[in-house]
Structures are given as structure tokens and as C-alpha cells.
């Protein structure tokens, strides 16, 4: 599965929204998709900006370039955190019961996580 180049965000839906998760692409304007999971909104998404992107090219309509800051080639991707072992080994615990990776859980909860938090101003 191709990764996604452009920035997006996810959240929580309300119970009046229908639940779930929802997923916006900042760079691409209307372009959001949702799903039950932060994972199955990620892979929505991912065929969201491809629709997208193929309505830009058929209506000959320019493509906004990723907003991914310069400086973003400083960052591997790749952070080295210490927690709690009990903390540690609740996480494991859940990613066992979820049958996802200690990884995968810890980058669902994050992104989730982030699409709650309030921008401060």
C-alpha cells in the first residue's frame, strides 16, 4: 500500500456524526473520508486523495504540492520514548487483544490523539 505524501489529520466523530473516525488532507480543500477504526479512515483517506488528485488532472486543474515543512528531511520518522514498564505492558496487552502491532497501536493512539487536541492559538 502507498504511503500518503500529503499532511492530514484524524478524529473522533461524535455519536450524531455517525461514530467512528474521520480523516482530512489540509493541503487537498473537501478532500475527507472516514471509517470505523484511525486505520480503516488512513486507508480511506488513501483513496480519497487518489480520486482527488485524478478529478484535478481530468478537470486540468493545478496540484497543490504537499505542505510538508523543509525541514521535515531532518525527521526519520523514527523516536525512542521511555514509559512505565506497567505502562509498556498494557499497551502490549491491548495490541495482542486488537491483533495489531505494539507499533500500529502506539501510531493509532498518537494520530488519534492529535486529531482531538485543540490547535492552540
Not at 456524526?17 to 475527507?32: A, K, S, T, V
Not at 487518489?50 to 497543490?64: D, F, G, M
Amino acid at each position: 500500500m502507498k504511503k500518503l505524501d500529503y499532511p492530514f489529520t484524524i478524529r473522533p466523530l461524535l455519536a450524531e456524526e455517525g461514530g467512528g473516525y474521520l480523516i482530512e488532507f489540509p493541503d487537498l480543500p473537501g478532500c475527507m473520508s472516514d471509517g470505523a477504526t484511525p486505520e480503516e479512515a488512513i486507508v480511506n483517506g488513501k483513496e480519497a486523495v487518489t480520486e482527488w488528485l485524478h478529478a484535478c488532472k481530468k478537470l486540468k486543474r493545478p496540484i497543490p504540492k504537499p505542505s510538508i515543512p523543509e525541514s521535515a528531511g531532518a525527521y526519520s520518522g523514527k523516536i525512542l520514548q521511555r514509559i512505565p514498564r506497567t505502562l509498556h505492558a498494557r499497551l502490549a496487552s491491548q495490541a495482542k487483544r486488537e491483533g495489531v502491532s505494539l507499533n500500529q497501536l502506539i501510531l493509532s493512539l498518537v494520530a488519534e490523539g492529535i486529531g482531538r487536541r485543540t490547535p492552540l492559538r
